[in-house]
């Protein structure tokens, strides 16, 4: 007999309960008459110190504390996708049902429709040696997504029933298993994983493979790979959320999770609206057929912000195990790192740089690893990407966030204020940003885009540099003392900004473009370029040419060429060659 | 019964500690007795077993360890809402101070609110019309969005907030469903009373709650004072489905008394001694911006902060900035030249833009007109930091025209009189006008059907005529040069 244990301290998210050898870390709590949901964050024999993911207000010393036996975990079954949950998995279009607009505390909800009939089809029978990771049953869950039932990891055995394939509830039994033990274990629709846990794989996987998302200054410049991470770091206003948005609508991955940490509510209900009006290319359903949103908006309880990009990557996870590519958007990591130092604080830890916990690097290590390709235990590949956002104090990239996301990220695309300003967007500075996929991607590229397509790069990569080392001299004395062929490098190099990597995401041809429009898109450029390199090495004079309007067309040609004709690009290089060569004619 | 408890163990800036106190519960209310009679009040932020942290409201001036009676509420920090605080004065905690007696409640509910779900908001489409050519063009107010003015001292912002006030046509058939919030967080005695007056003057006094908290008011209370006002807001709006329009001034002081109030409890201090947890405090201000389904009413907030030595990286506008939808932010040396409002249209934006304007709500051409209104300026800036090196005269031809464009921008299109109200096409075909002084070709933001329609060929024969008020500002101008 155990004596009750009850609240002992309250400080914010913070409460301690004294003398008590119940719990154990990271173990799920409900604290209190309203059951409000915490978790077991520090024991020493004295107390126990739990953080709660909800407002404390009201509590008091005396009120009782239940431990559940578990880490905190999420549920994992049908009726995921297409879903919006808080930072612990709760619905909340089933908390709106229950408390209206406003979240009332302790509303405990399911995360999934427990009452949902699912059509099951099983894959296994009586008799059939199961071990971890394989599939036994599978349910369309959306009309895109086939959702495949897994052994939980850990679990093992021969088929002993098996139900007839039909419809089923979240928690009915439809496979019985015996382990090697003897001992019969259940699976039903269902399964819980703790959150702070990566779940297994068989094999981790190069990533060679691009995660196209059709903005051209990514999959053309600093290319990500499918089981990637990346980490998109700007001030405010310099547009990351956009770029988030434009990633999760339009990559190329199976699945998305994107997950909104201590941001604003405005945005996600945008998304909401968006992600349901919005058609997928691919699969001509709506983009919400593929999405799971978690939104733990700035105003929700800290600690669950904390939390929520683990339930966002423990999603993708059980995904990725079912065969699929999943990207997760994490919008914002700093806010989440905020959320840290917070708890941190109330802790009264010692602090590192910035107030920030000392353990701050490793916790963001310990997130960007679980990102990759794998074999998962079922034998099918899928992947885990993982995108996130970094809002720095102050716009100042060696603030504590950025600088430790950037050792643990292999792409960085640095958003640029000035870049904004201008309304550059995607604001992404082509001279700071970089990414350490090239080399694995590459032949990648070579063998769908053909060699000619490295080859661009690396010219549109010179030009831009050389530009912005020309420009030093630009802003001294100005551009007009510059001979005719740096000025026509500096030409060009404006064409490559606001004609290739400038790109409109309100524009319905140009917020999406193919691979092979990218490459036409550089070639135009640089024929031009290289043609009129030769006319000025004839002495012709660069005004001459700059006359023709020809860069003016470079710089529309992502409107006026339709991504579905891609032919019009040779006529667009006839155009420029008979342009050009009236000039020379006019010169003989 | 109830207890009463005798003296104190400790005292602490505004905090006093209790010991052996039973059944207190978090965030409870507090009254404090003092032996002479007066009443403080007070709120539960600590709790370890019986020993309790108590943050005093009016100070702990004048507290000793036994002068006091302390005796719990058993109820956290409410305020009584009912339709007839439209046009009263609170204190910055709650309480009326205009002499007109306590409000008969309706409701009460607990200042700290509780946070909207995201699901049940509705994305902000509405736009506000303020009469102001920048904010209407290039950083449209959405109804529903938090959209602050980031200022520094001595600037006009207090004019700019008004002039949004007056000139707001914020709800449109139903004209009488409006109301407006004021918060005034240690701020002036002068300043308070110029807003009460333009509120006056405007004829919207009685549409207006008041919650003023000023500089030499105890800054427990400004803790406080926007939750109260925001309180207000939401009762307002979603209860009595009024659109609101929330002003509050000045956040810096507001997060200063939070620095304050976290130093004396010990706290360890983030970023320029502020603390950790200023981001998630503010947020859960802004946040309670927006609108949900099922009630017709909004909350719009224009938050003012001026910003220590203009500095926009300074903890308050940048944590600001990463919460709120945008921003209008104020410049000095436009200011010094003599415009207003002085917005800085470059660093300026309104994120709810994008979906609020255009073919329905403004003009199909506003997008597209405002972002090659942005490219040319920050052209100009280009130009401009080129000038002040080679010289004017030395500048390439094209250079030359964005200089010229840029004067004209500020002279005519920044530059408005505080009591000019525009419509949103004059503040567009003046943008077009300007546009129209530059080369067509580099007008590379826009498409030619734009372009055909509304550029204008021979720049040379365009007029700028000035609008009443900025006629003065320009005319001026011209006499200095």
Redesign the interface.
């Known amino acids: 007999m155990t004596e009750k244990d009850v609240i002992f301290g309250i400080n914010g998210p913070v409460v301690t309960v004294k003398n008590t050898r119940t719990f154990s870390m990271m173990e799920m709590v409900y604290v209190g008459e309203a059951r409000l949901v915490g978790e077991v964050i520090g024991i020493s024999s004295r107390l126990t110190t739990i953080q709660v993911y909800e407002e404390t207000t009201g509590l008091k010393p005396g009120d009782p504390v239940y431990g559940t036996g578990a880490p905190m975990n999420v549920l994992l079954g049908p009726g995921i996708i297409d879903n919006i949950f808080d930072g612990i998995e709760r619905s909340l279009k089933a908390i709106e049902e229950m408390s209206g607009s406003f979240i009332a505390r302790g509303s405990s909800v399911s995360a999934l429709d427990e009452t949902r009939y699912w059509n099951v089809h099983m894959k296994v029978k009586v008799g059939d040696r199961l071990s971890e990771g394989m599939i036994y049953a599978v349910c369309p869950e959306t009309a895109i997504i086939e959702h495949r039932f897994l052994v939980p990891p850990g679990l093992s055995g021969t088929v002993v029933s098996v139900e007839q394939n039909g419809k089923y509830k979240l928690h009915d039994t439809i496979v019985t298993l015996r382990d090697d033990k003897g001992e019969e274990h259940a699976l039903t629709l269902c399964q819980k994983w703790p959150i702070r846990q990566a779940r297994p794989i068989q094999k981790r996987l190069k990533g060679d493979i691009p995660l196209i998302t059709g903005q051209r200054v990514i999959d053309t410049l600093f290319p990500i790979s499918k089981g990637g991470t990346a980490a998109i770091p700007g001030g405010f206003g310099t547009g990351k959320t956009m770029t988030q948005h434009q990633l999760a609508k339009w990559c190329d991955a199976d699945i998305i999770v994107y997950v909104g940490c201590g941001e604003r509510g405005n945005e996600m209900s945008q998304v909401l609206d968006e992600f349901s009006e919005l058609i997928d290319p691919k699969s001509g359903r709506p983009m919400t057929d593929r999405t799971v949103l978690i939104a733990n908006t700035s105003n929700m309880p800290v600690a669950a912000r904390e939390a929520s990009i683990y339930t966002g990557l423990t999603l993708a996870e059980y995904y990725r195990d079912m065969g699929y590519h999943v990207a997760i958007m994490a919008d914002s990591t700093s806010r989440w790192a905020e959320a840290l130092r917070e708890i941190s604080g109330r802790l009264e830890e010692m602090p590192a740089e910035e107030g920030f916990p000392a353990y701050l690097p490793s916790r963001l290590s310990e997130f960007y690893e679980r990102a990759g390709r794998a074999d998962t235990l079922s034998g099918a590949e899928g992947s885990v990407t993982i995108i996130g956002a970094v809002s720095p104090q102050g716009s100042d990239f060696s603030e504590p966030v950025t600088q430790n996301t950037k050792r643990f990220t292999r792409c960085f695309w640095a958003l640029d204020k000035s870049l904004a300003y201008a309304r550059h967007y995607p604001a992404i500075n082509w001279m700071d940003s970089y990414s350490e996929y090239f080399t694995d991607l590459d032949p990648w590229y070579r063998e769908h885009l053909g060699s000619e397509f490295l080859l661009f790069r690396s010219r549109i990569t010179a030009l831009l540099h050389e530009e912005s080392a020309l420009m030093e001299i630009v802003k001294l004395i100005g551009s007009d003392v510059l001979p005719d062929e740096q000025k026509l490098v500096i030409e060009t190099a404006k064409a490559i900004r606001v004609g290739f990597l400038q790109q409109n995401a309100f524009h319905p041809d140009d917020t999406f473009v193919p691979m092979e429009k990218q490459k036409l898109m550089m070639k135009a450029i640089l024929h031009l370029h290289n043609k009129a390199k030769r006319v000025i090495a004839r002495a012709i004079p660069i005004s001459r040419i700059m006359e023709l309007g020809l860069f003016e067309k470079l710089a529309k040609m992502k409107y006026d060429i339709p991504n579905s004709q891609p032919e019009l690009f040779d006529r667009l290089i006839e155009e420029m060659d008979t342009a050009l060569a009236s000039l020379t004619v006019q010169e003989d | 019964m109830v207890l009463d408890y005798v003296g104190v163990q400790e005292i602490n800036g505004s905090l006093i500690v209790l010991d052996g106190v039973k059944?207190?519960?978090?965030?409870?209310m507090v009254d404090i007795r003092l032996e002479n009679g007066t009443m403080r009040h007070g709120r539960i932020v600590?709790?370890?077993?019986?020993k309790i942290v108590v943050q005093v409201f009016e100070g702990t001036k004048s507290i000793s360890l036994d002068n006091t009676r302390t005796r719990l509420k058993c109820r956290?920090m409410e305020m009584a809402l009912s339709p007839e605080i439209m046009g009263r004065v609170f204190s910055g905690s709650g309480r009326p101070i205009d002499g007109f007696g306590e409000v008969y409640p309706v409701k009460k509910a607990?200042i700290?609110?509780?946070?909207?779900?995201?699901?049940?908001?509705?994305?902000?489409r509405n736009y506000i019309n303020t009469g102001i050519s920048t904010i209407d063009t290039l950083m449209t107010l959405i109804r529903?969005?938090k959209l602050p003015i980031f200022s520094g001292s001595g600037m006009k912002h207090n004019e700019l907030a008004v002039q949004i006030v007056r000139q707001a046509r914020i709800s449109d058939s139903e004209d009488n469903k409006f109301g407006i919030v004021f918060a005034a967080m240690g701020v002036k005695n002068d300043v308070a009373d110029y807003f009460r007056r333009s509120f006056d003057e405007s004829g919207v006094l009685s549409r207006v709650v008041m919650f003023l908290n000023l500089a030499n008011d105890p800054i427990i209370e400004r803790t406080l004072t926007p939750r109260c006002a925001l309180t207000a807001a939401e009762y307002l709006a979603?209860e009595c489905d009024m659109h609101v329009l929330v002003i509050m001034t000045d956040m810096t002081s507001y997060a200063e008394a939070l620095r304050e109030f976290s130093s004396s409890k010990g706290?360890?201090?983030?970023?320029k001694g502020f603390?950790?947890?200023l981001?998630?405090d503010l947020?859960?201000l802004?946040?309670?911006a927006?609108m949900?389904?099922?009630?017709k009413g909004s909350v719009t907030q224009i938050p003012i902060l001026t910003m220590p030595n203009d500095d926009i990286?300074?903890?308050v506008p940048?944590?600001t900035?990463?919460?709120t939808?945008?921003?209008i932010v104020l410049d000095r040396s436009l200011e010094g030249a003599g415009f207003y409002p002085p917005v800085s249209v470059?660093?300026s934006?309104s994120?709810?833009m994008?979906?609020g304007i255009g073919e329905g709500y403004t003009r199909s051409d506003h997008?597209a007109l405002a972002?090659q209104l942005?490219?040319a300026y920050?052209?100009v800036q280009d130009a401009r930091?080129?000038a002040s090196?080679?010289g004017e005269e030395?500048?390439?031809p094209v250079d030359k025209k964005y200089i010229a464009f840029g004067k004209l921008f500020e002279q005519y299109f920044v530059n408005q009189g505080f009591t000019e109200n525009r419509t949103i096409e004059e503040s567009l075909d003046l943008g077009w006008k300007l546009l129209s002084t530059l080369p067509r070709?580099e007008l590379?933001?826009v498409?030619d059907v734009l372009l055909d329609k509304f550029y204008i060929e021979n720049a040379d024969e365009i007029v700028f005529e000035s609008f009443s008020g900025a006629e003065k500002t320009g005319d001026e101008e011209d006499g200095e040069e």
């Open positions: 059944n207190a519960s978090n965030e409870e600590q709790i370890e077993g019986e956290p607990n700290n609110g509780t946070p909207m779900n995201p699901v049940s908001r509705i994305y902000p529903g969005q979603f706290e360890i201090p983030g970023r603390p950790g947890y981001y998630s947020a859960s802004y946040e309670r927006g949900i389904k099922g009630s990286t300074h903890p940048d944590l900035g990463y919460i939808e945008g921003q470059l660093p934006l994120r709810l994008k979906d997008q972002n942005f490219a920050a052209r930091s080129l090196v080679i030395e500048l390439a070709t590379d933001r498409d």
